[in-house]
Nanobody, 120 residues
Framework: QVQLVESGGGLVQPGGSLRLSCAAS????????MGWYRQAPGKEREFVAT????????YYADSMKGRFTISRDNRKNTVYLQMNSLQAEDSAVYYC?????????????WGQGTQVTVSS
């Protein structure tokens, strides 16, 4: 079994920054990629960014480019999301997702989510 645990959410003023973390633990043989999604009240979950574990290739939703940066620490099995210039519309629950291989299979996993609220 694999667990993804997010941290770093909270309340921030417009224009501010936050850094989210997501640590993967458990029966990990290798990680293919990890990423971030978000879901605001009354809206569908949307893609934010993803990063490949071996090469570090990154992909962003168009609306996040230039403001959000995804990165990883392979040794810690941790992915980060640096969010700058936050606006009210960025308020959402942010979920970590990962494609992780155990000894017998590869599966997709989700974290429990961390709340980000942008408000003055």
């Amino acid at each position: 079994q694999v667990q993804l645990v997010e941290s770093g959410g909270g309340l921030v003023q417009p224009g501010g920054s936050l850094r989210l973390s997501c640590a993967a633990s458990g029966s990990i043989f290798s990680i293919n990629r990890m990423g971030w999604y978000r879901q605001a009240p009354g809206k569908e979950r949307e893609f934010v960014a993803t990063i490949s574990w071996r090469g570090g290739s990154t992909y962003y939703a168009d609306s996040m480019k230039g403001r959000f940066t995804i990165s990883r620490d392979n040794r810690k099995n941790t992915v980060y999301l640096q969010m700058n210039s936050l606006q009210a519309e960025d308020s959402a629950v942010y979920y970590c997702a990962g494609s992780v291989a155990s000894a017998v299979t590869t599966s997709d996993y989700w974290g429990q989510g961390t709340q980000v609220t942008v408000s003055s």
